[in-house]
């Protein structure tokens, strides 16, 4: 059985440290249940990743592209989904009594995400 080397994987994803995000981010899909794409022969995850992207059956690509998708953070929220909460935090009765500083306030609170006492 040969050993798996950096060199042999240089070839394919010539950034080092890339290399390591893409073998740690596949490591971890097969110990999530991922499909193997070669034989295990007895390595463990880092071993089997490595492996597969120096016989090219992991496709750097698409490791990059499952990476990206992974540590990417969308705010689901829309402007106008936060333009309803404001008008209807505005046609609430609570409002009409209140400050104006105040309502600035928890508008800007609600904005940030912060949870401060509104009231």
């Known amino acids: ?10 070839e394919k994803v010539p ?13 971890r899909s097969i110990a999530n249940g991922a ?5 295990r022969d007895n390595d ?4 089997v990743a490595l492996r597969e992207i120096a016989d090219d059956t992991v496709v750097p690509d698409e490791l990059r592209e499952t ?14 989904e936060d333009e309803a909460e ?3 935090l505005l046609a ?17 609170s609600d904005r940030d995400g912060g949870q401060e006492e509104r009231y």
């Open 1 to 10: 059985m040969a050993r798996v080397t950096v060199e042999d994987c240089i």
């Open 15 to 27: 950034n080092r440290f890339g290399l390591v995000l893409m073998a740690g981010h596949r490591a």
């Open 35 to 39: 499909a193997l794409t070669i034989d």
């Open 44 to 47: 463990k995850n880092p071993v």
């Open 67 to 80: 990476i990206i998708t992974t540590l990417q953070r969308v705010d689901e929220r829309t402007e106008a």
């Open 86 to 88: 404001t008008v209807a």
């Open 92 to 108: 609430e009765p609570q409002h009409m009594n209140m400050a104006e500083a105040e309502l600035i306030r928890a508008l800007q």
